[in-house]
Antibody, heavy 120, light 106 residues
Framework: EVQLVESGGGLVQPGGSLRLSCAASGFSVSSKHMSWVRQAPGQGLEWVSVLYRDNITYYADSVKGRFTISRDSSQNTLYLQMSRLRAEDSAVYYC??????????????WGQGTPVTVSS | DIQMTQSPFSLSASVGDRVTITCRAS??????LNWYQQKPGKAPDLLIYSASSLHSGVPSRFSGSGSGTDFALTISSLQPEDFATYYC?????????FGQGTKLEI
């Protein structure tokens, strides 16, 4: 069964750092495109970053230069290193597999999410 | 960035009703459009990809249509478990933008 389990969220002060992890099972993170998507309290979904299987990365403008997406093939885990955190980064962060069928891409499955709160 | 605009923001309906949610892209995205369902406190689930392809395991009462800039998600006969928030999302390019969501309420 394909499954994603996030961890690492919590309370952090503005300007601080946090590293989120996403442990995958049922497939290899190094052979698939992987993304992070976040959802602020009571708000909609916001795409954050993608790591393509060829190691190309992209980021939302709102996190560019502060967040870094990476993976560890030996641990079969995706990461999101977040630094210089701001209050507006507070959200539930979801890890998701970026499925590719021909030229079509979609997110499936999603992890359960890990909450991040940036507050003093 | 491509902006995705859903309408309506919220929708009240009854079990058995036929409902349609629309999604408009700020530029053409061909049929690179996905639909997700999210229930409170849960992660989103994929319903439709490439505008009209039903994801495995999704009931056939869900259907998607459209191409270019205008898209629609239709639920042919609402069931109690369909009351949720629905999001469209473009996969034409990055950033992979989502619509603001449509909350479907009883």
């Amino acid at each position: 069964e394909v499954q994603l389990v996030e961890s690492g969220g919590g309370l952090v002060q503005p300007g601080g750092s946090l590293r989120l992890s996403c442990a995958a099972s049922g497939f290899s993170v190094s052979s698939k495109h992987m993304s992070w998507v976040r959802q602020a309290p009571g708000q909609g979904l916001e795409w954050v970053s993608v790591l393509y299987r060829d190691n190309i990365t992209y980021y939302a403008d709102s996190v560019k230069g502060r967040f870094t997406i990476s993976r560890d093939s030996s641990q079969n885990t995706l990461y999101l290193q977040m630094s210089r955190l701001r209050a507006e980064d507070s959200a539930v962060y979801y890890c998701t597999r970026d499925v590719e069928i021909g030229t079509y891409l979609f997110f499936d499955p999603w992890g359960q999410g890990t909450p991040v709160t940036v507050s003093s | 960035d491509i902006q995705m605009t859903q309408s309506p923001f919220s929708l009240s309906a009854s079990v058995g009703d036929r409902v349609t949610i629309t999604c408009r892209a700020s530029q053409t995205i061909n049929n690179y459009l996905n639909w997700y369902q999210q229930k409170p406190g849960k992660a989103p689930d994929l319903l439709i990809y490439s505008a009209s392809s039903l994801h495995s395991g999704v009931p056939s009462r869900f259907s998607g249509s459209g191409s270019g800039t205008d898209f629609a998600l239709t639920i042919s006969s609402l069931q109690p478990e369909d009351f949720a928030t629905y999001y469209c999302q473009q996969s034409y390019n990055v950033p992979r933008t989502f619509g603001q969501g449509t909350k479907l309420e009883i």
